[in-house]
């Protein structure tokens, strides 16, 4: 059944997609020392499909691993029974299979002085101990779920639409990692209170990325690959011969330390009631950017959720979220201006509902 569900997510909400290497590149060069004799597990990844898999396969020596392990699920694409791929497009129809690929090792095989993916290839296609089938290869199967037991670190883009689902597994079972995911996904109820207790916290880098569409996704009827100011107006670009999606609010979600997360947000705003209106349902006052936080307010602020980008825990503390405690609404609220919990400001005679806001408080403010 979880199988079904997964592969009916992956069918519905069209929302698993191949990270570049670039990005992947970014992110993870704040971390090296974190994997050191440590296991990794990427466990949404086809290692020929997945550049999670071959960033660590790559660098497994340079980062000192002692083991790495890929799973994906039923439908990846591979050619044949045996592995004779090449790292490179895939034009067969896909076998339906499950499995991982287990490597506590990397060799400069063709002796050239540098292991690269032709070493990585050798391997997964000589060694019969490396690739082994699973029954689903669904990160909640019992038999995968034995493989996060052993892993150290978890690194991976997992299905937008299973998002909750995978990060409670996570810390289920007590794990690092560092993973993609949807900024929105910091505002749900499930997540924030992580974040709000320091339990896990953003990387380093976050806003547009491109990611490379699934061949086996129908692209809509609307869609011409020509067209190319069209694809981009929905977000998507044709190039390289295969087409590319846009996601505007993508960032990292972790519980492995990282320099960015200690440092301070530079604070030269001073507060006035002039600039910094009260909400009408909150005893908190409204900040519209992480930027004009001011220096020397000692109560409750209500910031956008771009704030937790900047979070530093010895400077702020998080308190809740508006979507939470936002419950109070002003009695004379118009029905036009409401919907869910939220705060609101009133500027001449109107109420303005605000977007969802972190509510902080500066744990040191200046005295002027």
Same mark, same amino acid.
């Given at each position: ?13 069209? $929302? ?13 060069? *704040? ?15 086809? =290692? ?50 499950? !499995? ?11 002796? $050239? ?12 296609? +000589? ?80 806003? *547009? ?60 705003? *001073? ?7 009260? !909400?009408? +349902? ?7 950017? !992480? ?17 937790? $980008?900047?979070?530093? =825990? ?26 869910? =919990? ?21 744990? *040191?403010?200046?005295?002027?």
């Amino acid at each position: 059944m979880a199988n079904k569900n997964l592969n009916a997510a992956k069918t519905a909400k069209k $929302d698993e997609f191949y990270t570049q290497m670039t990005d992947i590149e970014r992110e993870l060069q *704040h971390y090296w020392p974190h994997f050191r004799d440590k296991v990794v597990l990427c466990n949404c990844d086809d =290692p020929y499909e997945s550049n999670f898999f071959k960033y660590f396969a790559l660098r497994f020596n340079q980062l000192g691993l002692k083991k790495l392990i890929s799973t994906c699920y039923n439908g990846s694409p591979i050619q044949g029974n045996e592995l004779m791929i090449d790292f490179g497009d895939f034009t067969d129809e896909p076998k339906k299979i499950a !499995y991982k690929v287990e490597i506590t090792e990397v060799k400069d095989v063709n002796g $050239d002085g540098a292991v690269d993916l032709s070493d990585v290839q050798y391997l997964l296609q +000589n060694d019969k101990n490396v690739l082994t089938t699973l029954k689903t290869g669904d990160f909640r199967d019992p038999e995968c779920i034995e493989l996060l037991k052993q892993a150290d670190i978890v690194v991976t883009n997992p299905p937008f639409s299973l998002f909750r689902e995978y990060i409670g597994q996570l810390m289920k079972f007590e794990k690092k990692f560092l993973i993609m995911g949807s900024q929105n996904g910091t505002s749900y109820k499930e997540i924030f209170p992580l974040l709000m207790n320091n339990e896990i916290w953003l990387g380093y880098n976050s806003g *547009h990325t491109w990611f490379a569409v699934p061949e086996h996704y129908t692209i809509p009827d609307f869609y011409d690959l020509n067209d190319v100011q069209r694809l981009r107006s929905n977000g998507y670009a044709y190039k390289d011969g295969r087409l590319w999606r846009n996601l505007g609010n993508i960032c990292w979600f972790t519980n492995l330390d990282h320099k960015k997360r200690h440092e301070e947000i530079d604070l030269i705003n *001073h507060y006035s009631q002039e600039e910094y209106p009260t !909400y009408v +349902n909150y005893d908190a006052i409204e900040v519209s950017k !992480y930027t004009d936080i001011p220096c020397d307010y000692e109560g409750y602020m209500g910031v956008p959720i771009t704030f937790l $980008d900047k979070y530093n =825990p010895n400077q702020f503390e998080i308190l809740g979220i508006s979507t939470v405690i936002g419950t109070n609404k002003p009695k004379d609220l118009p029905k036009s201006k409401q919907g869910g =919990p939220a705060f609101y400001i009133k500027q001449n005679g109107e109420y303005k509902r605000m977007y969802t806001r972190i509510l902080i408080r500066n744990k *040191h403010p200046r005295k002027i």
